[in-house]
């Protein structure tokens, strides 16, 4: 069957995106940013902490390193919930011991389920960001807006009553319907994670106004470099730091950057992946210019630049 | 035409063709082709192919392609500049009309703009002849308006063709295809009108394929370059060769890949028997040159090897 003949025409094809939810802007033409204290790179850490429900039936996509066995499907089941038991506490120990400043993405139901991990967080004074109710529940078209706002509500409160009081926002698997930015901005969030295309925030626009984008470098994450890609942590220690010296350089020159870096407790909490990440993080924290920071604090410094 | 076998081109073996000699002596020609895309957010299906592998919005997949022109592209072409390498741009011309700021940066570095179909979410797949000639017609058009320059080069979005996609593109001008991987010198390409030819472009060396697929590190993905470039470095002195690197900004412009990849074009840059040059030279050259000669050449093994009886 041939294409209907509308397969050529280009109802968004004019000036900046093809659609409303931010307006494009091009890296060369950036305002500089500076961060507290002249620092060149703002150091980012984010600590994913999932639950994947046994009974999870076919989401609208697979969720990497999610369920994927025939029920029960304790294989994949444990080696995440490996994190949310003993991962975590380990790289919260290295992460505490480096003097960086932490934060932690959360499921919501995990926050419900396991009190003491959520009063850890709080204690080390971590900041918490939303991460949608469980790994089973994915952000799309499918899902009603009706519905997907109430999901949001629900892990907002649920976090809420767990003792945390978060602003931002990462959907799980970063999934979004075309409801979500609005829907975030509507419950008050002030920024989300889930849009990986810039190194620096930006805003959205239009009925999401409020809400800023976080840089989000997936492909720098524990979950692809190791978890699918099979990389060692030797290797993913080396592209941190590569990162790293490539922003700092650029920072030199130009603005000031973010190092956003996302780690697993499921994957980077694995004894042997420690040390390798954590001499990355050290020369990091030991490199002039660099201020370690939670991503509220980011925020904070973007919105009041002169 | 037999459907089980492209019929595009004919059989010339590494160690039975013209040799090639670039200007200058060199053994390479090296040239980059760095993928400048628009994917949309909201595309319209075709049976044949899924733009996304997400339902749509796949906002992860789509946030990730749009790095590329909001932030990767700039990085590497600021590095391209820096060491002297033109780009020949594999453009989806959506970007003309999207983001005119990138085109109008890669003019005023002299790089060659050539097709990758207006966007990266729209396949040739299921068009008809006419819908194809439109299409055609609609890059042509766009390339030249936003920088003057005639379309000479195409690599069909997602390497997708139809049967005739390569008579017409001849009939339109282009002068050379990027969809066949099947040699590592530029070979005549069968068509009913005009000369086009095949120009290496590499999945190989590809970064999407490199790190997607292959799920390499960035260093080893320089490594894979120059041991590219040395094999065909050595073999350049007999009959000159074609390497192609391909970029995807939104892969290779991510602050921890690009010192790599500089590293190793740096490598190559630093023998003096490589031309660093564009698709289009390369294709110039090679139909000027040789083409006749490849042709006639490969009519001659067909004779002279021919079953008996």
């Known amino acids: ?306 | 035409m037999k459907r089980s076998e492209p019929g595009l081109y004919d059989y010339l073996p590494l160690t039975s063709r013209p040799a090639i000699r670039w200007p200058n002596g060199a053994r390479v020609a090296f040239w980059v082709a760095p993928n400048i895309e628009f994917y949309e957010l909201h595309p319209p299906p075709n049976m044949s192919k899924n733009a996304w592998v997400r339902p749509n919005p796949d906002v992860l997949n789509y946030s990730w392609r749009d790095y590329g022109n909001r932030a990767g592209v700039w990085r590497m072409i600021d590095a391209m500049k820096e060491l002297g390498i033109r780009g020949s741009v594999s453009l989806n011309v959506a970007v003309c009309d999207h983001h005119p700021e990138i085109i109008r940066r890669c003019v005023e570095l002299d790089w060659e703009l050539f097709s990758h179909g207006i966007y990266n979410t729209r396949f040739v797949l299921n068009m008809s002849i006419e819908q194809e000639q439109i299409f055609i017609r609609d890059v042509i058009d766009t390339i030249y308006q936003a920088s003057g320059q005639k379309v000479d080069g195409w690599l069909s979005p997602s390497v997708s063709n139809n049967p005739w996609t390569m008579d017409l593109l001849a009939e339109n001008g282009v002068t050379y295809t990027c969809d066949l991987f099947h040699d590592d010198q530029p070979m005549p390409v069968r068509t009913e009108t005009g000369r086009l030819c095949s120009i290496p472009y590499s999945l190989e060396m590809n970064d999407v394929i490199a790190y997607t697929r292959a799920m390499k590190t960035p260093r080893e993905y320089g490594r894979m370059i120059k041991a590219q470039f040395d094999q065909l470095y050595a073999e350049g002195e007999e009959s000159g060769m074609v390497m192609c690197v391909p970029l995807h900004p939104y892969l290779i412009g991510q602050p921890h890949r690009l010192e790599p990849l500089l590293e190793a074009l740096d490598y190559i840059k630093s023998h003096d028997k490589v031309w660093l040059t564009t698709g289009r030279e390369i294709a110039h050259w090679y139909r000027d040159h040789y083409y006749d000669d490849a042709v006639a050449h490969a009519k001659m093994l067909r004779t002279s090897h021919a079953p008996a009886g």
């Open chain 1, 1 to 306: 069957m041939p294409l209907p003949d509308e397969y050529l025409v280009y109802p968004r094809r004019g000036y900046g995106m093809d659609h409303d939810f931010y307006e494009w802007s091009a890296w060369s033409q950036r305002p500089k940013i500076t961060w507290p204290d002249g620092a060149r790179v703002a150091l980012w850490v984010n600590v994913v902490l999932e639950q994947f429900p046994l009974d999870t039936e076919k989401t609208p996509f697979p969720v990497p390193l999610g369920l994927e066995r025939p029920y029960p499907d304790y294989w994949n089941y444990t080696l995440r919930d490996y994190g949310n038991r003993v991962g975590c506490y380990r790289l919260f120990r290295m992460l505490d011991n480096l003097g960086i400043k932490t934060s932690v993405a959360m499921n919501a139901a995990l926050a419900q389920s396991t009190p003491f991990l959520m009063q850890d967080i709080i204690a080390r004074g971590y900041e918490v960001i939303a991460h949608g109710l469980d790994m089973a529940h994915l952000h799309t078209n499918a899902t009603s807006e009706e519905d997907e706002r109430e999901w949001i509500r629900r892990s907002l409160e649920m976090l809420r009553q767990a003792g945390a009081n978060p602003t931002g926002w990462l959907s799980p698997g970063q999934s979004q319907s075309d409801h979500t930015p609005k829907l975030l901005a509507e419950a008050g969030l002030e920024y989300c994670c889930d849009w990986s295309n810039d190194d620096m925030p930006y805003p959205f626009t239009g009925p999401a106004s409020g809400l800023v984008s976080l840089p989000y470098p997936f492909e720098l994450s524990d979950v692809y470099c190791m978890g699918l890609w099979h990389q060692t942590a030797v290797e993913f220690a080396e592209q941190i730091l590569d990162g790293f010296h490539a922003l700092n350089a650029e920072a030199t020159k130009e603005s000031g950057r973010v190092l956003a870096l996302t780690l697993h407790a499921s994957i980077s909490g694995q004894p042997y992946r420690v040390k390798p990440i954590r001499e990355a993080l050290s020369a990091i924290m030991k490199h002039e210019g660099v201020w370690s920071a939670k991503p509220g604090a980011i925020l904070q410094a973007v919105r009041s630049q002169p």
